[in-house]
């Protein structure tokens, strides 16, 4: 079956340390998002790529960086530089044609403490 | 900046009453308003995209409609498996980039 696949489901850390979180996705889709979910907020957009080796900040970028070396693969770093890292956090993924929809993942909740 | 707001932010109904969700939105130039479902703990899934006003979308007892300013989500005759947060999205002129609302978190009671 295709799908996004992000891992792992809850992780744990400490204030200070960076944490990487994965998204893998076998939909041979080009682009791929970072969503934060809030409670009581909308979704909001940390960065998304459109093609392989290019990537663009969305509203809220301070903190985070990510990587788009394969096709698949849109890791996100959360720095010791994001004041509130705690959330959880959502990948997706989009065939370039116009309007098509956004298909997630099922997250990764992140706490720090 | 486009922007969204959906209400109410819950709704507790009886199996069988039925009701509305409301999206409301401002954005320059809507490419598609989208429509999610997310349960708890997991990522949202797709239900309808539509793009104009006056159009209509059914998914079994769910139904979409669309104005110029806003969107309804309307759910008939609703069953306990009905519950779940309903998101609502737009497109607008960078059709890369969704805005999503906060969401309905609608609770149907057997």
């Known amino acids: 079956d295709g799908g996004i696949t992000q891992s792992p489901k809850y992780l744990f850390r400490k204030e200070g340390q960076n944490v990487t979180l994965s998204c893998e996705q076998n939909?041979?889709?080009?682009?791929m998002y970072w969503y934060r979910q809030d409670p009581g907020q909308g979704l909001r957009l940390i960065y998304y790529s459109q093609i392989v080796n290019d990537f663009q900040k969305g509203d809220i970028a301070e903190g985070y960086s990510v990587s788009r070396e394969k096709k698949e693969s849109f890791p996100l770093t959360v720095t010791s530089a994001q004041k509130n890292p705690t959330a959880f956090y959502l990948c997706?993924?989009?065939?370039?044609?116009?309007?098509?929809?956004?298909?997630f993942g099922n997250g990764t909740r992140l706490t720090v403490t | 900046e486009d922007q969204v707001t959906q209400s109410p932010e819950a709704l507790r109904l009886q199996e069988g009453e039925s009701s509305s969700l409301n999206c409301s939105y401002t954005v320059s130039g809507l490419r598609g308003l989208f429509w999610y479902r997310q349960d708890p703990g997991k990522g949202p899934e797709f239900l309808f995209t539509?793009?104009?006003a006056g159009e209509e979308k059914e998914k079994e007892r769910l139904k979409a409609t669309l104005t110029k300013k806003e969107s309804f989500l309307h759910i008939t005759a609703p069953k306990p498996e009905d519950s779940a947060t309903y998101l609502c999205?737009?497109?607008?002129?960078?059709?890369?980039?969704?805005?999503f609302g906060a969401g309905t978190t609608v609770t149907v009671r057997a």
């Open positions: 939909l041979n889709h080009d682009a």
């Open positions: 999205a737009v497109s607008g002129s960078n059709d890369y980039k969704l805005s």
């Open positions: 539509l793009y104009s």
């Open positions: 997706a993924s989009t065939s370039r044609g116009r309007n098509s929809p956004l298909h």
